[in-house]
């Protein structure tokens, strides 16, 4: 069964940096393509990014130009480099199949950014 393991998430003052990483169990990512999710406290979960098997990217409005999603294959590890964080980004960030796989749902790793 896959599993996918989000990590690097963390308390992060406006205007910086983080990224993190999703390590896939296996090589999924190769002939899939792969979204990082988010969900903000006490709303429903969105679509933040996803990138294909084939590497073209695509961006919600609302990272356009902060966030950079990228994968890869041989590390079977897919990557979310945010920078320019703002409040609002704060969030437990999810990573999946793009579309989604409901089965391949993990934890999360939760954002905070605040001063």
């Known amino acids: 069964q896959v599993q996918l393991v989000e990590s690097g998430g963390g308390l992060v003052q406006p205007g910086g940096s983080l990224r993190l990483s999703c390590a896939a169990s296996g090589s999924i990512f190769s002939l899939n393509a792969m979204g990082w999710y988010r969900q903000a406290p006490g709303k429903e979960r969105e679509l933040v990014a996803y990138i294909t098997s084939g590497g073209n990217t695509n961006y919600a409005d609302f990272v356009k130009g902060r966030f950079t999603i990228s994968r890869d294959k041989s590390k079977n590890t897919g990557y979310l480099q945010m920078n320019s964080l703002k409040s609002e980004d704060t969030a437990v960030y999810y990573c999946?199949?793009?579309?989604?796989?409901?089965?391949?749902w993990g934890k999360g790793t939760l954002v905070t950014v605040s001063s």
């Open positions: 999946n199949m793009f579309p989604t796989i409901m089965n391949y």
